[in-house]
């Protein structure tokens, strides 16, 4: 099972609700155009709230069903998304354009709006598979070019990390557009970068360098003029020059997006900066890697996460993105930075060795597997990074399934399941698919443990903002209470299990990963209890409790070489490495966080950079730092390592 982590509806529609009935009650003293207009007015002049207020009130005015309520509804939907109600404006949105008339040609904007707001709520929220699907909507809705080449750009940006075969083609629209229509130079560049990104993704590097250096010059080419495009449109440059070999024209470029030169301040790790655990849902390793975009808000969250760079994959991506959106500053760090460097921040990562974490969904298929087989049917087996291919063989074998025995019998059950999971599969229909699953699952008398995984997909699908703090824990919560998941031990300690993967604050998840360890019934090596064990040593040797950790992971079972759960870490006695000549050339400042192992004669081995800004700035130099480290020796008798799984970041700093 993949978890997709795209809140529940219910207070929304009460509000709604309410707003309507107090509205109809009242005796109009306008006409409907009057409001129409009244409305529009205020969100021309961007009064948020009180243009929500006006669009509920010429909703209530509407006919249900009818083409005016489908545009007070779409409209109303804007005014949601605006207050950053996103479940709210997807049902508006919904509602409205189910009301639309397609053959309209006054309509067209209000269609073409609500597709793409909703393309923009799902990439938002990491659903990049919905995304797609609602700016392939917006394409078809869009009837001027600059409408069309809005939804092509943005397909081609989602599609590039979950079908880049999409991307492709969404990229050769828009070039034979830009040749029947006249382009300004600011989406020349957009294309360019467009086709630099995808052709990155490929490792096509070359070609993608050329791109990226095309789409620095239609924005003006290297000048001391640097706007949120230009750093953008630079760091494709540096990126795909230094991958490409060309490692004196990427430093050029990357000193001229300013990272790594910061006027006041520096860039100082999060208080939550933690990159994620190899293993997993997306089945990280550690050759993984990517390059990923954030901005720092000016109260420390990070907003506008999206993923640039993978070697590994979309999934990788993406389960790289979904880390970074977890990380904070406070505010006064956020306050010591330049606002212009807050924005569009890229950092390069890797997942850490030091705990791999076993994937829940994994053992949670096997349950579903196994249920199936005692009902002679069976799971295919899955690949990885094929899912824009597998799920054309999975909608085909659902609809045999569904024309031999009917779309609600078992026989749907493996295919279903597979969508459910299959990463290309939009939120919504994923939802969808899950209740339907979940139904078919439950009248056949599915054991709690198999019905577990399709009740936890409805529910995480069931909202855009799943992935926001404690909506996931809100939505899942509820659980615990049914009895046929409260009453069997493996279904209660995967879903405390869950609920503690979702949780941002360090002591409530160790409070949630005990209770895991405590569950009454729960076999000594059973997965869940084992994962829950991993990840609570992990918080205990973050908060620097040794001898926890060590008592702790020596619960589970497993192994282990790490020198937190062995014993004390050996002591630091001197550090390695030098300033990097091309950084220190170009006046960069940056940091890398490094894993590494201790050998028992004190020397550095095994070295990986896990975090580096900017990126490929100082990972060979942070690497080379911790290389030429020293410890001291620890006796081991058999010679081997003598601390495995230590960290430690290396910042470096310009004199004066």
Not at 47 to 59: F, I, M, P, R, T
Not at 516 to 543: E, H, K, Y
Request: hydrophobic share 45%; with cysteine.
């Amino acid at each position: 099972m993949r978890f997709k982590k795209s809140g529940l509806f219910g207070a929304g529609m009460a509000v709604i609700v309410a707003a309507t009935v107090q509205v109809a009650a009242q005796t109009p003293t306008t006409t409907v155009q009057q409001d129409f207009e009244a409305a529009a007015a205020l969100d021309a002049k961007g009064d948020k709230a009180a243009a929500l207020a006006a669009w509920e009130k010429l909703e209530s005015r509407t006919k249900p069903g009818s083409r005016s309520r489908g545009v007070a509804l779409v409209r109303k939907s804007a005014a949601l998304f605006k207050l950053d109600r996103s479940d709210d404006a997807v049902i508006a949105a919904r509602g409205g354009l189910a009301l639309l008339p397609a053959a309209d040609p006054t309509l067209v904007e209000d269609r073409w709006r609500a597709y793409y707001d909703l393309g923009i709520i799902a990439q938002n929220a990491l659903d990049y598979a919905g995304a797609g699907d609602a700016y392939r909507s917006a394409e078809a809705a869009g009837d001027t070019p600059s409408l069309k080449a809005a939804s092509i750009l943005a397909l081609a940006d989602v599609s590039t990390f979950t079908n880049p075969a999409v991307a492709d083609a969404a990229l050769a629209r828009i070039d034979a557009l830009a040749k029947t229509v006249s382009v300004d130079a600011v989406l020349k560049a957009d294309i360019a970068r467009r086709h630099a990104i995808l052709l990155l993704n490929r490792g096509s590097y070359e070609p993608a360098r050329l791109y990226a250096v095309e789409a620095v010059k239609q924005l003006g080419g290297m000048t001391s003029k640097t706007d949120l495009r230009d750093v953008s449109a630079r760091s494709d440059a540096a990126i795909a020059s230094l991958l490409a070999g060309k490692s004196e024209d990427a430093r050029r470029y990357m000193a001229m997006t300013g990272a790594g030169r910061l006027t006041k301040g520096e860039f100082d790790p999060a208080v939550q900066m933690d990159v994620p655990p190899c293993g997993g849902e997306a089945d990280l390793r550690p050759a993984d890697m990517a390059v990923v975009e954030f901005t720092i808000g000016d109260d420390g969250i990070v907003r506008n996460v999206s993923p640039i760079y993978a070697a590994g994959g979309g999934a990788v991506a993406l389960d790289f993105a979904r880390a970074v959106r977890d990380w904070s500053w406070t505010p006064e760090q956020a306050k010591a930075l330049p606002t212009f460097f807050r924005y569009n921040v890229r950092v390069e990562m890797r997942c850490s060795t030091l705990f791999e974490r076993p994937s829940i969904g994994k053992f949670l298929d096997a349950d579903m597997a196994a249920w199936l087989e005692s009902k002679g049917l069976s799971l295919p087996a899955e690949e990885r990074g094929a899912d824009a291919v597998a799920v054309v063989s999975q909608r085909a074998a659902l609809a045999t399934a569904e024309a031999k025995t009917g779309p609600n019998s078992i026989a749907t059950l493996p295919s279903l399941y597979q969508l459910i999971n299959n990463a290309v599969v939009g939120r919504e229909e994923t939802n969808a698919l899950a209740r339907r699953a979940l139904a078919i699952a439950e009248a056949q008398g599915a054991p709690a443990i198999a019905r577990l995984p399709l009740e936890i997909s409805v529910r995480e699908t069931a909202s855009a903002d799943i992935w926001k703090n404690g909506a996931y824990a809100r939505a899942v919560t509820p659980l615990l209470s049914m009895p046929v998941y409260a009453n069997d031990p493996k279904s209660r300690a995967t879903i405390l299990l869950l609920i503690a993967e979702s949780t941002r604050s360090r002591s409530r998840r160790a409070v949630l990963l005990q209770q895991v360890v405590d569950v009454t019934g729960l076999a000594a090596n059973d997965p869940m209890r084992v994962g829950a064990l991993i990840r609570l040593a992990s918080l205990q040797q973050q908060a620097g409790d040794t001898a926890m950790a060590r008592t702790t992971f020596d619960q589970s079972g497993l192994s282990a070489s790490q020198c937190a759960i062995l014993d004390a870490p050996p002591r630091l006695v001197s550090a390695g490495g030098v300033f990097p000549n091309e950084a220190m050339a170009w006046g960069f400042e940056g940091l890398t966080k490094t894993q590494f192992d201790v050998g028992a004669d004190g020397k550095v081995i095994n070295q990986r950079a896990v975090l580096s800004y900017p990126p490929f700035v100082f990972t060979k130099a942070g690497v080379q730092t911790m290389a030429g480290a020293r410890y001291t020796k620890t006796y081991r008798p058999d010679g081997g390592v003598g601390c495995g799984g230590l960290s430690q970041n290396v910042r470096f700093r310009l004199p004066g």
